[in-house]
Nanobody, 125 residues
Framework: VQLQASGGGPVQAGGSLRLSCTFTGSTSWRWIMSWFRQVPGKEREFVAA????????SVTDSVKGRFTISKTTAKNTVYLQMNSLKPEDTAVYYCAADDTLIRSSWSMPTQYDYWGQGTLVTVSS
């Protein structure tokens, strides 16, 4: 399984970006697809996840109401729509996937077997 993330870049506070993550190499419907973010010196932080089969989503509280995770099944792509961006959203964003997770593990980066390469989001004030 390979994950290819894209869509990062510079944006001013209050602006929007949409990240995309396309995966190849699997036809399984059991995947949990997630977005994490990381800033230098800090641990990787859970942002959002989606159950590929059911469409059930989970979003961390700090971005709830601003970020939305969604998918396009036909394109094997998961999206992270980020609105009302703040400088504290600046980070490298990673997509991740796993097909063995239970719901309580969605936010744990150590539970994911597959990772994309990361895409940098820089929000200026």
């Amino acid at each position: 399984v390979q994950l290819q993330a894209s869509g990062g870049g510079p944006v001013q506070a209050g602006g929007s970006l949409r990240l995309s993550c396309t995966f190849t190499g699997s036809t399984s419907w059991r995947w949990i697809m997630s977005w994490f973010r990381q800033v230098p010196g800090k641990e990787r932080e859970f942002v959002a996840a989606i159950d590929w089969r059911s469409g059930t989503t989970s979003v961390t509280d700090s971005v709830k109401g601003r970020f939305t995770i969604s998918k396009t099944t036909a394109k094997n792509t998961v999206y992270l729509q980020m609105n009302s961006l703040k400088p504290e959203d600046t980070a490298v964003y990673y997509c991740a996937a796993d097909d063995t997770l239970i719901r309580s593990s969605w936010s744990m980066p150590t539970q994911y077997d597959y990772w994309g390469q990361g895409t940098l989001v820089t929000v200026s004030s």
